[in-house]
Structure formats: C-alpha cells, structure tokens
C-alpha cells in the first residue's frame, strides 16, 4: 500500500522534507552529533567528501575515512529531533520514494552518535570516554510506538520505585545498544555506562536558575540507584530515543560519550574541543578496524 503524502514529505526534488537528502546521498555507516558545526570536525579528518547540504539544525556531510564511506549528520539538540531524523534515514534506506511503498528487502544501518555527557558519578573522571550499554529515557517519545518489545520494564519499574518517580512525568523506559558494536569500540580507554536521557538541559537535569524543580533530589536519587550492579552513569538528551527508534527499526546503534563535566563533584574539562576531537578519532578508527 502506498504511503500517503501527508505521512511521508518529500521536497521537490524528491529528497526526504526534513534532512534534505536523497537516498544516493547516505552511506550505511552513520555518525551523528548534536551540534551541527560538529559535523566539520569529524569531516576535517576525511579523505574525501562526496556530498553536503544543510537544511535548518540538519548538517550532512558523506565521504570517506580511510577509503570507508561514512555519512556525518547533525540532530540538533532532543529526542524530538533524533524521531525526525531516524524514521528520515530509515525511509531513505528502506522506502522505495518513487512509488512510496516499504521495500521488501530491507536494510540495516549502521549509527554511532558522538556527543558530549554529564557523569554523575564521582569515580568516572572528566575527559573519559563513555559507551551506553544501557539509556533511560525520560521523555515520551518511545510510548508513542509500539515498542514493548524492546524495553526492559523491570529497569524501568524499579527506577520508578527507588526515586519515588511523580506520576506527573512520563514513565521512564530503558532500551539497550546494539552488543555487537559495544564489544567493537569497548577499550581500555572506555568507561561502560548506563546513560539517562533527559527532556531539558536546565530543570530535568536538576540546573536551578530562577525556577525551583520538581524534585530537587532526582540527580542524587538518580546517581544512588543501581541494578544489578549497573548504575546511572551520566546525563545527556538523545541516546534512549537513538536506541529505542534503532531498535524497532532494525538498525545497529551505539552512543559515544565525550564527559566534559562531572556532576558530583562539579568539575568542567578545561578543553571541551580536544576531548571530543579525541573521541572523534577515536570512533573513525574504531569503525575502520
């Protein structure tokens, strides 16, 4: 059946609304970064560059590291975006545009996010590097899918309990990355995490300016929970909607974590730029080993 055009937006020329890019455009390797001049840095280490346009938050650029094609996107910032931006790759892969029809032979994409995180743990040091094995997301994008089916709700349920979650909020629901490729990039340089993914930078991250918080203690509650020997690592605001979305959609995702401040202690790295250009490489040569 043909999807219709309200459901699926194209531009004129036949390029997907948002991303302004044609399914020639995109390789099935795919780094993304929140902030749209980001793309440059991981680009600047390319061989070559094939492709590039910009459309709103949306940065891309294709080419190739290492003589691997690899495409670089910028999301913008929230799991809002990161559902634009992945059902919009996924229909580039798997959606025939031309006749609007889901192809029978579907294709897996392979995606890493390279962003930047808050640790809320003491012993997990600015300037590391940090894989989320596991996300908890406190937004409300998942409950929007039919997505029980890859969550882990025990998690969830006794996060709810140890933090006396307000009944207010959306329920938190927690997904996993792709194990293949945690085992790929874990190292000696990397720290295991269990991310929380966040609705806001300022309140839902416990920041106080001018407005008091809900619960002035969640990042406390949040940093003394654990299960199963798994705590709360850090904080940041896409990776649970990148592994939920991936999930369902049968794609591969794993979430870099550059940690630039620790929470706990209140630390802030001194060269924000260098610690993320670092894992930058980092993850380039980790996708070409």
Not at 183 to 196: I, M
Request: glycine share 6%.
């Amino acid at each position: 059946m043909s999807i219709k055009a309200s459901e699926l937006i194209l531009n004129p020329d036949g390029s997907v609304y948002h991303l302004n890019l044609r399914p020639e455009h995109l390789a099935t390797t795919i780094i993304t970064v929140g902030d749209p001049d980001r793309v440059d840095s991981v680009t600047q280490h390319f061989d070559t560059i094939e492709f590039q346009t910009r459309k709103r938050e949306f940065h891309t650029q294709t080419g190739t590291y290492k003589g691997k094609r690899i495409t670089v996107i910028s999301t913008g910032i929230g799991t809002d975006n990161i559902d634009i931006v992945f059902n919009e790759l996924d229909a580039l892969v798997n959606i025939d545009l031309e006749k609007r029809e889901i192809k029978e032979k579907l294709t897996s994409l392979e995606i890493i996010r390279v962003g930047t995180s808050g640790s809320i743990q003491k012993e997990i040091p600015i300037d590391s590097f940090l894989i989320s094995d596991f996300a908890v997301g406190f937004d409300s994008l998942l409950h929007f899918y039919k997505s029980e089916s890859v969550q882990y709700p025990e998690i969830s349920d006794a996060l709810v309990k140890h933090t006396n979650w307000s009944p207010l909020k959306s329920k938190p629901y927690v997904v996993r990355c792709n194990e293949e490729l945690f085992e790929k990039f874990s190292s000696n340089k990397t720290v295991k995490g269990f991310t929380a993914t966040n609705v806001g930078f300022y309140g839902p991250q416990g920041r106080v300016l001018r407005l008091p918080v809900q619960d002035n203690t969640l990042n406390d509650k949040l940093a003394s929970f654990s299960y199963n020997n798994m705590p709360i690592t850090n904080l940041e605001m896409e990776t649970a909607g990148i592994y939920g979305l991936s999930a369902l959609l049968g794609h591969k995702a794993l979430s870099m974590n550059a940690i630039i401040a620790n929470r706990a202690t209140g630390e802030f790295t001194e060269n924000s730029s260098k610690t993320v250009n670092e894992l930058i490489l980092y993850t380039l040569n980790k996708l070409v080993e």
